[in-house]
């Protein structure tokens, strides 16, 4: 290996881990793996970059070719600033900073100081993207802008947020509210989002405000679906006497892999108990209506438990695109 990539791993890699040897006396494996890390990491942000600039593109896109030209908002941070813009005529790139600038300092001090740092710059490229590039305008069919600029929109956070960071900082405030009053994400979103659309309706029009719901569920259906992709997981819990077969059928009907974990049916404080093996996997929701078929032949009478997965690493998992 070249002595600058040497010397690269050991100040990067090796000496983050309190290897304090000479270059000389550290291992070649140590050297050979210190290396491979720091490949990962910088493919990793490569990755991440791309997905980002790809983001922050579809976003201005979705802002200037269908929703800025028709006065149409959308929820969260971008809605803010949308909604500002159309009240006082301030430029929206300054706007989308300034409206930002509190839950980047939630994010660092949240979910550290990358995602800050990925965050801002996420941010700043938004801003600069749409004070600089010329979008054309596309359509003025009102329907029409209010589906398609939320799809952009939508694309633009959720390629953004595969990229390790966000345009649209919402979510950040979401995360640290619920932490501090106990409620859930959702609950929190939803009333910010109240709040937004109401002011639109005041401040705008009643028709507008109802077009800028359509672009909020458009740009949220379409974030759920950049995020989870087309294939979402489903983890499935199975408890049956026959679990020995329901886990052989898995494996080789099913294509997936299994877990087994030790477990008791118990029947009330003081019934029976019976020790068993508890089957788990993860599928997509389109081999649901398989497995069931497979788990009726097998046991009709199985205890079956299904949550939803947002996303999966490994095992025989189908990896998904854009996935990390």
Same mark, same amino acid.
């Given at each position: 290996?070249?002595? #600058?990539w040497?010397?690269?791993?050991v100040?990067?890699?090796l000496?983050?881990?309190?290897?304090?040897e000479?270059?000389?006396?550290?291992?070649?494996?140590?050297?050979?793996?210190?290396?491979?890390?720091?490949?990962?990491?910088?493919?990793?942000? $490569?990755? &991440?970059?791309? $997905?980002?600039?790809?983001?922050?593109?579809?976003?201005?896109?979705?802002?200037?070719?269908?929703?800025l030209?028709?006065?149409f908002?959308?929820?969260?941070?971008?809605?803010?600033?949308? $909604?500002?813009?159309?009240?006082?005529?301030?430029p929206?790139?300054?706007?989308i900073?300034?409206?930002?600038?509190?839950?980047?300092?939630?994010?660092?001090k949240?979910?550290?100081?990358?995602?800050?740092?990925?965050?801002? !710059?996420?941010?700043?490229?938004?801003? !600069?993207?749409?004070?600089?590039?010329?979008?054309?305008?596309?359509?003025?069919?009102?329907?029409?802008v209010?589906?398609?600029?939320?799809?952009?929109?939508?694309?633009?956070?959720? #390629?953004?947020?595969?990229?390790?960071?966000?345009?649209?900082?919402?979510?950040?405030?979401?995360?640290?509210?619920?932490?501090?009053?106990?409620?859930?994400l959702? &609950?929190?979103?939803?009333?910010?989002?109240?709040?937004?659309?109401?002011?639109?309706?005041?401040?705008?029009?009643? @028709?507008?405000?109802?077009?800028?719901?359509?672009?909020?569920?458009?740009?949220?259906?379409?974030?759920?679906?950049?995020?989870?992709?087309?294939?979402?997981?489903?983890g499935?819990t199975?408890?049956?006497?026959? /679990?020995?077969?329901?886990r052989?059928?898995?494996?080789?009907?099913?294509g997936?892999?299994?877990?087994?974990?030790s477990?008791?049916?118990?029947?009330?404080?003081k019934?029976?108990?019976?020790?068993?093996?508890?089957?788990?996997?993860?599928?997509?929701?389109? @081999?649901?209506?398989k497995?069931?078929?497979? !788990?009726?032949?097998? &046991?009709?009478?199985? /205890?079956?438990?299904?949550?939803?997965?947002?996303?999966?690493?490994?095992?025989?998992?189908?990896?998904?695109?854009?996935?990390?």
């Open positions: 290996m070249k002595s #600058f040497k010397q690269l791993v100040k990067n890699i000496k983050e881990r309190d290897l304090q000479s270059t000389e006396a550290i291992h070649p494996f140590q050297i050979a793996k210190g290396y491979r890390e720091l490949r990962i990491t910088w493919m990793r942000l $490569l990755k &991440d970059s791309i $997905l980002i600039i790809l983001g922050i593109f579809s976003a201005a896109f979705g802002l200037k070719s269908f929703l030209t028709n006065h908002i959308d929820g969260g941070a971008t809605g803010i600033s949308l $909604l500002i813009s159309s009240i006082t005529k301030l929206l790139y300054w706007l900073i300034i409206v930002n600038i509190p839950f980047m300092f939630l994010g660092y949240i979910l550290g100081k990358s995602f800050a740092i990925k965050t801002t !710059l996420a941010i700043i490229g938004l801003a !600069l993207c749409v004070r600089l590039i010329q979008f054309p305008d596309v359509t003025n069919d009102k329907l029409l209010a589906i398609f600029g939320g799809i952009f929109l939508g694309a633009g956070i959720g #390629f953004s947020v595969r990229g390790g960071a966000v345009i649209d900082g919402t979510e950040v405030l979401a995360i640290f509210l619920s932490k501090k009053f106990g409620t859930t959702g &609950d929190i979103i939803i009333a910010i989002n109240i709040l937004i659309f109401s002011a639109a309706a005041y401040f705008l029009s009643i @028709e507008i405000a109802l077009y800028s719901m359509i672009t909020y569920l458009a740009a949220s259906k379409t974030l759920d679906f950049i995020i989870e992709g087309i294939e979402e997981y489903t499935v199975i408890i049956s006497s026959h /679990f020995a077969e329901i052989q059928m898995i494996i080789e009907k099913m997936r892999g299994v877990t087994i974990y477990g008791k049916q118990g029947y009330g404080k019934g029976p108990t019976k020790e068993m093996d508890i089957v788990y996997t993860v599928i997509t929701r389109l @081999e649901l209506n497995l069931h078929s497979e !788990l009726e032949k097998i &046991d009709p009478h199985a /205890f079956v438990v299904m949550s939803s997965v947002k996303d999966t690493r490994g095992g025989m998992i189908k990896k998904r695109p854009l996935a990390h």
